[in-house]
């Protein structure tokens, strides 16, 4: 009878993101403790950290008719902004970055969810999750389900990474097939991979 190995994964504790952010630069810059102060929180929490989201936007906007498509993104769908409040439309929908700039190891891979007090508010935030060996600044999405304009406050928290280690390392990681999404340094819009480099 054949047997199957396995495989397990575990959540880490602020023990182990304080060690790896410091150690490896996992996390940069990396705050050890919440910092709070008035602010929408961020930094190091019990098992995950508070991201921050910087004070560049692209707000959608429908003023040039475009259509939303995947596969031939217009850039003409988003109007960009810069402050320190973002006013995300009723209804809308905004791209934004981290303030963090992270480096995943191979045998790690993150989930990031919202933060409740914007939850709480209608303001859903949607990122994927960064792959073993990915790095780069983070590309926020900040959906406004509301009838209302909703604010979004730079340099402050905007949502948490999880972080899940497995027992063993990847056969394939993300920098090894040259992921298209790979040391993103701005808001980086849809691209869609080339056959021939999608490794």
């Known amino acids: ?19 790896m952010a410091i150690e490896h630069g996992m996390i940069k810059p990396f705050e050890l403790k919440q910092v709070r102060d008035g602010k ?80 709480r508010c209608g303001i859903i935030v949607n990122v994927t999750p960064f792959e073993p060996e990915w790095e780069g600044y983070v590309t926020l999405e900040i959906s406004n389900t509301t009838p209302l304009p909703a604010k979004i406050y730079s340099n402050e928290g905007l949502c948490q990474v999880l972080f899940f280690q497995s027992d063993e390392d990847c056969r394939i990681s993300y920098k090894d097939k040259s992921g298209k999404y790979q040391n993103q340094s701005g808001i980086t819009l849809p691209k869609l991979e080339d056959s021939l480099n999608c490794g």
């Open 1 to 19: 009878m054949k047997s199957y190995r396995v495989n397990l994964m575990s959540i880490k504790s602020d023990i182990w993101i304080e060690r």
């Open 40 to 119: 929408i929180s961020y930094g190091l929490s019990s098992f995950g950290y508070d991201i921050r989201v910087s004070h560049e936007y692209k707000i959608f906007t429908n003023i040039n008719n475009s259509i939303v498509d995947p596969k031939n993104f217009d850039a003409n769908s988003f109007v960009d902004f810069t402050g320190d409040v973002c006013i995300v439309p009723p209804n809308s929908f905004a791209l934004a970055r981290s303030i963090e700039y992270f480096r995943i190891p191979r045998d790690v891979l993150t989930i990031c969810v919202g933060k409740s007090t914007y939850a």
